[in-house]
């Protein structure tokens, strides 16, 4: 019976490694997709990174979206849940709103849990959200990531009833991506220029200070008319 690695034209290329194909192919797209942005990677490209014929990656993915939705899926869990502690706690409060510091850690806590994940390196959950977030040519975000900040944002109408919801989400905006920011490792304490290189700290510190920083803008007064 014909290997996955034997599909396509001619068969397993002289020294081609042996092992999974599908893992070699994940592990092809992660890093290309991290270093050069979902936009400018090829199909080719994976391929030829993961040394498998091309008809091998449409064996087990139909498109390149559907590569990266699988990527998306392996690093959010199989379970597809990323909201289950949002969850807990709005059960926990008796269906009473969720105060802001309490949704604000929650989100970043959820982060951090999913940059320590052992299924994938940390740096590549870091770098994929700061490339979907940051890169306009990176214009694929996974329904599960969506789905996830829908959540947040009910949560954030609820506790913030005195503010406009089209301000609500301008608030989260500026949340998310100063999350995307920090996560995908640009060093703002260079960018700042004023901080001497011992007194920088690693992405997990900055987003804990994060917290209060944001709390203050989420609860700050709504913008008059």
Do not use: W
């Not at 409060?93 to 320590?116: D, H, K, M, W």
């Not at 920090?182 to 011992?198: F, I, N, S, W």
């Amino acid at each position: 019976m014909q290997s996955d690695d034997d599909i396509g034209k001619g068969g397993r290329a002289a020294g081609r490694p042996r092992g999974d194909a599908k893992e070699r192919i994940f592990e092809a797209a992660e890093k290309l997709f991290t270093e050069q942005g979902y936009a400018a990677t090829s199909m080719r490209m994976i391929a030829h990174a993961a040394s498998v014929p091309l008809a091998s990656i449409n064996y087990h993915f139909k498109s390149k979206r559907d590569l990266m939705e699988a990527i998306y899926r392996r690093v959010l869990g199989a379970d597809g849940r990323r909201s289950d502690y949002l969850d807990k706690l709005e059960r926990e409060a008796g269906g009473a709103p969720l105060t802001v510091p309490q949704i604000v850690q929650t989100f970043i806590e959820s982060i951090l849990r999913l940059s320590r994940k052992d299924t994938v390196s940390g740096s590549v959950f870091k770098q994929l959200i700061g490339r979907a977030y940051f890169e306009p040519g990176d214009d694929y975000i996974p329904a599960e990531y969506v789905q996830i900040m829908d959540r947040y944002r009910v949560a954030l109408l609820r506790a913030l009833p005195d503010v406009p919801e089209d301000e609500v989400v301008r608030r989260m905006y500026f949340f998310v991506g100063i999350v995307a920011y920090v996560m995908a490792g640009r060093d703002v304490m260079q960018l700042l220029g004023h901080c001497a290189p011992e007194r920088r700290h690693d992405p997990e510190t900055l987003l804990r200070a994060l917290v209060p920083f944001v709390v203050g803008g989420m609860e700050a007064p709504a913008l008059s008319a």
